[in-house]
C-alpha cells in the first residue's frame, strides 16, 4: 500500500520539486500538499497530477493536526524570502518547531527536515547568522522531542539564478549578480528540482531498512562544488552571445 507523505512548501521551489517527483510513484506514495492557498495556479496543478491538497500555515501551529494525521512520512521546508516574513528571521524556527510538535503528535514515521548547520560552528563563533542557527535549533528540538527524522542540509540552488535574479538577460549581454560572495569562492551546488527531490524520495524509500544509518544523521545535498567565476563561465558557453573580453570580465562583489 502507497505510503502518505505531507509536502510542505508545496506549490514552492523545494516542496514542489520533491511532490512532483513523488507523484511518479504512486505505487509507493500518495501525496498530501500543504499550501496557505489551495486555490493558486500552483496548488491546482498539484491537485491535477495527483496531489490531496490541503489549507495549513506553518505559522498557525493549530492548522497542522488534520494535516499531518494519517501521513507515514512529510517532507518540511521553510522559507525565508517568503513574503508574508517581515523582519522575523525567528519565525522559521517557529514554524519547524510547529511542525515538528504537529508530526509527532500525529505518529509520523519519517520525517525529513531541511536546515541548514550552524553558522557559528562553521565560522569557529565569528559569525551569527539567525537563518542559520534558527534552522539548525529545530534540528535539536526535533530530536529532544523524540521525533524519528532524518535531516537535510541544502546547498546553494542553481534555480536561484533565475528565481533570485542572480543572472539577468539583456539584449546584448548576460549579467550575473550575487552579493558578498567573491568569484573565487568555492560554493557547494545544488539542483533542486533534479538532486533534492531524488535525495529524498531516496530517504524515504530507505527508511525502514536503513533507518539506524539515518536517524538524526545530516545529508548533505549537493552536486557540484563551483566558484561564481565558474558558474559565469557556464551560462556563457550555453548562451547565445559569443564570449568577448568585455562579456567574460569577472568581478569579485
Request: proline share 4%; glycine share 6%.
Given at each position: 500500500?502507497?505510503?502518505?507523505?505531507?509536502?510542505?512548501?508545496a506549490?514552492?521551489?523545494?516542496?514542489?520539486?520533491?511532490?512532483?517527483?513523488?507523484l511518479?510513484?504512486?505505487s509507493?506514495?500518495?501525496?498530501?500538499?500543504?499550501?496557505?492557498?489551495?486555490?493558486?495556479?500552483?496548488?491546482?496543478?498539484?491537485?491535477?497530477?495527483?496531489?490531496?491538497?490541503?489549507?495549513?500555515?506553518?505559522?498557525?501551529r493549530?492548522?497542522?493536526?488534520?494535516?499531518?494525521?494519517?501521513?507515514?512520512?512529510?517532507?518540511?521546508?521553510?522559507?525565508?524570502?517568503d513574503?508574508?516574513?517581515?523582519?522575523?528571521?525567528a519565525?522559521?524556527?517557529?514554524?519547524?518547531?510547529?511542525?515538528?510538535?504537529?508530526?509527532?503528535?500525529?505518529?509520523?514515521e519519517?520525517?525529513?527536515?531541511?536546515t541548514?548547520?550552524?553558522?557559528l560552528?562553521?565560522?569557529?563563533?565569528?559569525?551569527?547568522?539567525?537563518?542559520?542557527?534558527?534552522?539548525?535549533?529545530?534540528?535539536?528540538?526535533?530530536?529532544?522531542?523524540?521525533?524519528?527524522?532524518?535531516?537535510?542540509?541544502?546547498?546553494n540552488?542553481?534555480?536561484?539564478?533565475?528565481?533570485?535574479?542572480?543572472?539577468?538577460?539583456?539584449?546584448?549581454?548576460?549579467?550575473?549578480?550575487?552579493?558578498?560572495?567573491?568569484?573565487?569562492?568555492?560554493?557547494?551546488?545544488?539542483w533542486?528540482e533534479?538532486?533534492?527531490?531524488?535525495?529524498?524520495?531516496?530517504?524515504?524509500?530507505?527508511?525502514?531498512?536503513?533507518?539506524?544509518?539515518?536517524?538524526?544523521?545530516?545529508?548533505?545535498?549537493?552536486?557540484?562544488?563551483?566558484?561564481?567565476?565558474?558558474?559565469?563561465?557556464?551560462?556563457?558557453?550555453g548562451?547565445?552571445?559569443?564570449p568577448?573580453?568585455?562579456?567574460?570580465?569577472?568581478?569579485?562583489?
Open positions: 500500500m502507497p505510503r502518505r507523505i505531507l509536502i510542505t512548501g506549490t514552492g521551489n523545494q516542496g514542489g520539486s520533491v511532490a512532483r517527483l513523488l511518479q510513484s504512486p509507493d506514495f500518495t501525496v498530501r500538499a500543504l499550501t496557505r492557498n489551495p486555490n493558486s495556479e500552483a496548488a491546482k496543478a498539484l491537485k491535477e497530477a495527483g496531489a490531496e491538497v490541503v489549507k495549513g500555515d506553518l505559522t498557525d493549530n492548522s497542522l493536526g488534520a494535516a499531518f494525521n494519517g501521513c507515514w512520512g512529510a517532507f518540511v521546508a521553510t522559507n525565508f524570502y513574503s508574508t516574513i517581515t523582519n522575523d528571521p519565525s522559521e524556527e517557529t514554524q519547524g518547531r510547529h511542525a515538528a510538535h504537529a508530526a509527532l503528535q500525529a505518529g509520523v519519517c520525517f525529513v527536515w531541511s541548514l548547520p550552524s553558522s560552528e562553521i565560522s569557529k563563533g565569528k559569525v551569527l547568522c539567525e537563518i542559520y542557527e534558527g534552522k539548525h535549533r529545530v534540528d535539536s528540538y526535533i530530536q529532544e522531542i523524540g521525533l524519528p527524522a532524518a535531516f537535510v542540509f541544502t546547498g540552488f542553481y534555480e536561484n539564478q533565475v528565481f533570485r535574479s542572480h543572472v539577468v538577460e539583456y539584449d546584448d549581454h548576460i549579467e550575473f549578480k550575487q552579493p558578498i560572495i567573491k568569484g573565487d569562492v568555492k560554493l557547494h551546488m545544488l533542486v533534479r538532486d533534492l527531490a531524488a535525495i529524498v524520495k531516496a530517504i524515504l524509500t530507505r527508511w525502514e531498512t536503513t533507518r539506524e544509518e539515518l536517524l538524526y544523521q545530516h545529508l548533505y545535498a549537493m552536486d557540484a562544488v563551483r566558484t561564481p567565476h565558474e558558474i559565469c563561465a557556464i551560462i556563457e558557453q548562451s547565445n552571445f559569443p568577448t573580453s568585455e562579456q567574460t570580465k569577472h568581478e569579485d562583489c
